[in-house]
């Protein structure tokens, strides 16, 4: 069946940022006593939110002070806007979508300013316009199936006909949650997408199949 509405996750579905925010993230938090390598960071951390990140890691028994989420942003936004790269046949996707006139937007935990950096640095920015969706700006973010409800709801489809492209445990729990469908997207390990009821999915351009356009 194709949906009516794809909802792409940001980091890790549409742009390969985790390696670079996970990079600064470790950096940071083992210079805070904290001792991480990005792997790590992104075992513990991947699909939460940047001030949940501090909670996290202030109990882990990192020195997190006050003013930690607006540092941590500032390191990752600079280390973003060095470069960052599309995931492997993506625009591809988006091309297709296009092409058979299914609508599509982004539903990212993530902050409006970094996805105006890594979109705009993978030339992606102009399709997005006016269909953006950010925890920070919406004050809701995922697991909580909110950030999908009023993605749908702004887009005008129902739940049921919408379905959601992720990376993260946590986002297909939102999506479970929401009573969409979800593809995880998962070249390695795709289990804890798995547990929360997505269907796997290891190379972008099996995506269009998926969704029923090939």
């Not at 549409?14 to 940071?28: F, G, I, K, Q, R």
């Not at 492997?88 to 599509?104: E, H, K, M, R, S």
Request: charged content about 25%.
């Amino acid at each position: 069946m194709t949906p009516d509405l794809v909802i792409f996750d940001c980091d890790g579905v549409l742009v390969d940022s985790e390696p670079l925010t996970n990079a600064v993230m470790a950096e940071d938090l083992t210079e805070r006593g904290l001792p991480l390598t990005a792997e790590e960071a992104m075992t513990h951390f991947i699909g939460g939110t940047i001030p949940g990140v501090a909670v996290k890691a202030r109990d882990m028994g990192a020195d997190i002070p006050d003013d930690w989420v607006e540092q941590i942003y500032t390191k990752m936004y600079a280390r973003l806007r060095e470069g960052v790269d599309p995931i492997p046949g993506v625009i591809a996707v988006l091309d297709t979508l296009d092409a058979a006139g299914l609508p599509y937007c982004v539903a990212s935990n993530g902050s409006d300013e970094k996805m105006e950096i890594t979109l705009g640095a993978t030339g992606m920015t102009s399709r997005m316009k006016g269909r953006l969706f950010s925890a920070h700006a919406l004050g809701v973010s995922k697991p909580d199936p909110d950030l999908f409800e009023i993605a749908a709801r702004d887009m005008g489809v129902t739940p049921d006909r919408a379905v959601v492209i992720e990376d993260s445990a946590t986002g297909a729990l939102a999506a479970k949650r929401a009573g969409m469908a979800c593809f995880g997207y998962a070249p390695e390990d795709g289990e804890g997408l798995a547990q929360h009821g997505a269907t796997i999915f290891r190379d972008m351009h099996d995506l269009p199949a998926l969704l029923g356009l090939k």
